[in-house]
Each structure stands twice: as C-alpha cells, then as structure tokens.
C-alpha cells in the first residue's frame, strides 16, 4: 500500500533476521527498476524442491516467524500477492 513501505521492509528486516538465526535461507528483497510502482519482489533460493518443502513445513511452525509474516498484511493491497515457483528451462531435444 502506498505509503507503508518503510513499515513492511522494517518487518521484512527482522524476517531476515529470524532466518538467519534459525539457519534458514535468507530471503532479499527486491524492487522493479521500471514497471509497476509501489512493488517488491522476495527472492529466497534453495538448493532444490525437496529442501524448499521440508524448510516450508518448519517456517509454518515457527510461531515467531509466522507472526512477523501476518503483520505484513496491514501493509499489502489485498488480493495483490502472488507465489512462483521457478525451475532451469528443459533442454528441448
């Protein structure tokens, strides 16, 4: 939302820093250079989909975590987020 973006990246911060305590991937935050305004991008990189699902079950869990990402949704236009889960293009023979 307009005018709340210094509030979600000081939630998204501590984020981060529960990840970082917990061993987790690190998320990082991103913004268009051009395009739609007033948006960012989180990009956390694993390894593979296995260690993807098993780090997701155990953030689910994380109470301290969970808190922190429900407090961000004062700061979201509703029905704006959106998920991606991105693999290597196939070599197409």
């Known amino acids: 939302m307009y005018g709340h973006y210094r509030e979600y990246v000081a939630i998204y911060e501590?984020?981060?820093a529960v990840q970082r305590a917990r061993g987790w991937r690190e998320s990082s935050l991103w913004a268009p250079t051009f395009g739609k305004g007033n948006e960012v991008v989180i990009i956390t990189e694993y390894?593979?989909?296995?260690?993807?699902?098993?780090?997701?079950?155990?953030?689910?869990?994380d109470a301290e975590f969970m808190k922190l990402l429900r407090s961000t949704a004062e700061h979201l236009v509703q029905g704006s987020l959106h998920s991606e889960l991105l693999e290597p293009a196939p070599h197409v023979v």
Do not use: G, K, Y
Request: charged content about 30%; hydrophobic content about 45%; cysteine-free.
């Open 47 to 61: 390894p593979d989909l296995a260690t993807f699902q098993r780090e997701s079950d155990v953030v689910a869990s």
């Open 14 to 16: 501590e984020m981060v």
